[in-house]
């Protein structure tokens, strides 16, 4: 199993960015976009279910749309209205609960810039 992620880097703030996570290997029931800011926990940005259902962290919900392409088996994450606080390393997720499977790609640098 692997998960390619993609679409990092420098942003000023107001712009936008969409992030990729390709996953290969199975299929996943739920996949998302967590990041991590230096010297904080990580959080989830987003996620959706296989089925389409999304959830959305309150710091993005109305900016942000997360979305999935079954066909690809890729996410992904367009996030607007960027601000400087949205920097962090976003790492993408992807789980299997009833298979107790939780794997996590390699982490993508989002800086926005003031």
């Known amino acids: 199993v692997q998960l390619q992620a993609s679409g990092g880097g420098l942003v000023q703030a107001g712009g936008s960015l969409r992030l990729s996570c390709a996953a290969s290997?199975?299929?996943?029931?739920?996949m998302g976009w967590y990041r991590q800011a230096p010297g904080r926990q990580r959080e989830l940005v987003a996620s959706?279910?296989?089925?389409?259902?999304?959830n959305y962290a309150d710091s993005v919900k109305g900016r942000s749309t997360i979305s999935r392409d079954s066909s690809k088996n890729t996410v992904y994450l367009q996030i607007n209205s960027l601000k400087p606080e949205d920097t962090a390393v976003y790492y993408c997720?992807?789980?299997?609960?009833?298979?107790?499977?939780?794997?996590w790609g390699q982490g993508t640098q989002v800086t926005v810039s003031s």
């Open positions: 997720n992807a789980q299997a609960p009833s298979r107790g499977i939780d794997y």
């Open positions: 290997g199975m299929i996943f029931s739920i």
């Open positions: 959706i279910r296989y089925g389409g259902r999304t």
